[in-house]
């Protein structure tokens, strides 16, 4: 089963709008990723955000974790044509042995951006 | 120039046949993954490598083999290809664990 459950599963909207997507988990994390994917491209890191922080900001992005609702979002504001892209969260979960490190991927959120 | 490739970026082949996906990083990463990435599935964790001639299973390890005998190559084999591995293969890889990932741009394979 994923850990990770992005929503919504598409999303379109207007150059300037703000674009949310949201990731739910299901187990105690260490901290979840937010990655970007061109289409036919690999997937580029965006943001990590560990357990213990509620949000982060890196320029156009903001990034909240809600631990105990087991919930993230990655908000893009002013959005532009060049964000269309599918976005993916990925948890590293707070688990040791053959967990340790390892990301486990949502199906990710494909966002069209139109001109 | 510094970063991770794959090779070759398109692969169509027939059931039975053995290939080989190859997988170079020139930052001296510790640790490098295989995904897959399939409708509906996400990415999901082939194999992984902590080190040069460390390798350990991850979520979908069968019908693939690795090996790394360098720090910089990690080839994925599939023995005997099956369509059921018809998919998109991702490389990546991190000097630490629990820091990002960085991934190559993918092998697009086909199994007729």
């Known amino acids: 089963s994923q850990q990770g459950e992005e929503d919504p599963q598409a999303l379109s909207i207007q150059e300037g709008e703000n674009a949310t997507m949201n990731c739910s988990y299901k187990?105690?994390?260490?901290?979840l990723q937010w990655y970007r994917q061109n289409s036919g491209r690999g997937l580029v890191h965006l943001i990590l955000?560990?357990?213990?922080?509620r949000e982060k900001h890196s320029g156009r992005l903001r990034v909240t974790l809600d631990t105990s609702k087991k919930s993230s979002s990655l908000l893009i504001t002013a959005s532009r044509a060049a964000d269309t892209a599918s976005y993916f969260c990925?948890?590293?979960?707070?688990?040791?042995?053959?967990?340790?490190?390892?990301?486990?991927f949502g199906q990710g959120t494909i966002l069209t951006v139109h001109p | 120039d510094a970063g991770i490739t794959q090779s070759p970026r398109y692969k169509i082949t027939e059931t039975g046949r053995q290939v080989t996906l190859m997988c170079h990083q020139t930052?001296?990463?510790?640790?490098m993954f295989w995904y897959r990435q399939d409708l509906g599935h996400g990415l999901r964790l082939i194999y992984y490598?902590?080190?040069?001639?460390?390798?350990d299973k991850g979520e979908v390890p069968d019908g693939y083999v690795v090996s790394r005998s360098k720090t910089e190559n990690f080839p994925l084999t599939l023995e005997s290809a099956t369509r059921s591995q018809t998919s998109v293969y991702f490389c990546?890889?991190?000097?630490?664990?629990?820091?990002?990932?960085?991934f190559g741009d993918g092998t697009r394979l086909s199994i007729l």
């Open positions: 990546a890889s991190t000097g630490q664990l629990r820091q990002p990932q960085h």
């Open positions: 187990t105690s994390i260490n901290n």
């Open positions: 955000i560990r357990s213990n922080e």
């Open positions: 990925a948890t590293d979960l707070n688990a040791g042995g053959t967990s340790y490190g390892k990301l486990t």
């Open positions: 930052w001296s990463h510790s640790y």
């Open positions: 490598s902590a080190a040069a001639d460390i390798t």
